[in-house]
């Protein structure tokens, strides 16, 4: 269970330096569009949840809000900042590059910033990559494009290397971008810099297309990614429609948690089956899902499945010897549960005298690829101007969100402790089956 204890985030010492932002945020109070600086956000949010917890107020779980503060840690003018990237691509990684270097320019008057290149890589001079500087024209307008100017890798590196080349480098706050992984590096950076005595601010920056973080709400590009993916669910449906007995099958990113799944399902409006790690189903018997897809094509003509890459690996031909194998980030490497389905309902129409047109869609790697919508701008330019504010008052060890619709700062080891995922007693699994009509369990 989360405590008080585990949401208190970490400074490098007392802000002493008046802030560019002192006359906008001094004498503010909290209403319900700002949190005043010395208030805090409650993390439970029925009577319910902090009746349970059976603790005095003052010790409920809550979190520090996000935003400007009065006083700051670090000189402006003696500030030098840096980004890296880390992980998959996904939509915003340019809106929030471009956000960080304009909110410490534009507010703070930071002009000094680089980007080390090809995520925590660049940070180990073996690499042999040099950083760049992140200058306003640099920025300017790659926000209009997808993917990151930094470009992007997955993998450790040896922290130790890493500090030495901030500290050869004056880097004085470190914006990470990057996956629970990323996180992860980035809380062994604040570490050793710790140990070392080191006042380098190490912010994160939390990006996941799956949305699979805990405490900060949606993650930046998740909106668009499953926008994206309802496109494709679209044009499944007039493919299956447009077939004898057709089937389309579509499969999207979730390696541990269905969000995309289930809210482009949503978005769409056309899919029958939703499958998601987090909801266990079987293939065979009356009430698998092999029966199910049968007798909806012979009611409805077609069907659209939708299902999550991380479906089922017990199901895909040697999924359990194959469990233990993982990428360079530590990620299990998952089969194709959309490939593998196509070819077993095909030959179960068969095995009933049937014949099924199938057709398959992967828009993975298409729709993280692409520049953000309108509304993940937004987001990605809000969360970079959270994540600098917490840099310059000297916050370190900490990721920003967005959490009920409050701006918070989260300690990192709070964020990589579990796993955020879809929860089949929530509302948005409940919603997924009123919306698809599929049974409520197919075991």
Aim: charged share 20%.
């Amino acid at each position: 269970m989360v405590t008080l204890a585990d949401l208190q985030v970490r400074t490098l010492g007392e802000p002493t330096v008046e802030s560019p932002l002192a006359s906008y945020v001094e004498g503010r109070t909290t209403n319900q569009y700002y949190v005043a600086e010395g208030d805090r956000i409650l993390m439970d949010d029925t009577l319910a949840l902090i009746d349970a917890r059976r603790v005095p107020r003052e010790e409920l779980p809550t979190f520090e809000a996000g935003g400007p503060r009065a006083r700051i840690f670090f000189e402006p003018s003696r500030t030098r900042a840096a980004v890296i990237t880390c992980g998959g691509l996904c939509p915003g990684l340019n809106n929030v590059i471009r956000a960080l270097v304009r909110s410490l320019d534009d507010h703070y008057g930071v002009t000094d910033v680089v980007g080390f290149r090809n995520g925590y890589a660049g940070l180990d001079p073996a690499s042999g990559l040099e950083p760049v500087a992140l200058t306003r024209d640099y920025v300017a307008d790659i926000h209009e494009r997808g993917g990151t100017v930094l470009g992007s890798s997955r993998g450790a590196r040896d922290p130790g290397v890493m500090v030495d080349t901030l500290a050869a480098h004056d880097i004085d706050i470190l914006f990470v971008v990057g996956g629970d992984g990323s996180m992860r590096g980035a809380h062994a950076l604040h570490e050793e810099c710790a140990r070392r005595g080191l006042p380098i601010a190490i912010v994160g920056v939390p990006k996941t297309i799956d949305n699979d973080i805990p405490h900060i709400g949606q993650s930046f590009g998740f909106q668009t990614a499953f926008a994206r993916a309802a496109q494709s669910i679209t044009a499944a449906k007039v493919e299956a429609q447009a077939a004898v007995n057709g089937v389309s099958i579509v499969q999207t990113m979730g390696r541990h948690a269905g969000f995309i799944a289930c809210y482009s399902a949503l978005a769409a409006q056309t899919a029958n089956f939703v499958l998601i790690p987090e909801v266990p189903f079987t293939l065979e018997g009356d009430n698998g899902l092999l029966a199910h897809v049968r007798h909806r094509v012979a009611d409805r003509g077609y069907a659209v499945i939708v299902v999550a890459e991380g479906v089922g690996p017990h199901l895909l031909p040697g999924g359990e010897a194959a469990a233990d194998a993982t990428d360079a980030s530590g990620n299990q490497v998952l089969g194709d549960p959309g490939r593998y389905l196509r070819e077993r309902i095909r030959d179960d129409f068969a095995e009933h005298g049937e014949e099924a047109t199938l057709r398959y869609f992967n828009p993975g790697y298409f729709i993280r690829s692409v520049p953000a919508d309108p509304a993940d701008a937004v987001y990605c330019a809000r969360l970079a101007q959270s994540a600098v504010h917490a840099a310059m008052s000297g916050r370190t060890d900490v990721v920003v969100g967005r959490r009920k619709h409050r701006f918070v700062n989260v300690p990192i080891p709070a964020v990589t402790k579990r796993a955020h995922s879809v929860s089949p007693d929530g509302d948005l699994w409940l919603s997924v089956l009123e919306s698809t009509a599929q049974p409520r369990q197919m075991l």
